[in-house]
């Protein structure tokens, strides 16, 4: 049995950022469901005992456990992806990489939050939290429009990395709070792409472009 577990929610999207690059490199492993909504148990003692922050996912493996999900992607892709394709050591794409990593957990964090007020809270998503996740996407679109200009299909090169990872999941469920991702021509061409790498898997509200 794998020694990986993930603590999941499977409506979560920085959940499935986890999922989604344990598919990607083939991993196995094990998860145990935890009641976010409407429950959140994840603050509850026995899992703040686990971590204190009280948020999701979590990941342990052996006797380490990580929380955060930005921190989950760059240990999976350290310790298990020996190609060194998803956490590229090369200082100009590392640096990058880490640049794209720190927009995912700060300005692309509208997006998660405006999904789960879409889904969970009576009154939806607010609509600052909307304009928000727009001004977030729209940097990427434009990112990315630049990148495939280059002949780049990918945020920081030719191939994926963690990077895509953290950032395409919140694109990808954005219809879940309004967004029309005919607004994001290059976003869409981006994830296209994503969907047809080897070990991709989907979740509710993804879209399947044709």
Known sequence: MSS???YNYDLDDSCYRVRLL???LGLKYQTIAVDMQPGREQEQPHMLAINPAGTLPILSDGDLTLSGTEAILAYLARAHDPSGQWLPLDPARYGLLQQWLGFAGHQLFAAVVARQQALFKPGGAKPQTISDARRALRIIDDHMTL???RGFEFVIAEQPTIADVA???SF???R???LDHDEFPALRRWLRRFRKLDGFITMPGIPDYH
């Open 4 to 6: 990986l577990t993930l």
């Open 22 to 24: 344990l598919s990607l």
């Open 147 to 149: 990148q495939q200009i």
């Open 167 to 169: 950032l395409i999941a």
């Open 172 to 174: 990808a469920l954005s």
């Open 176 to 178: 879940d709070f309004g």
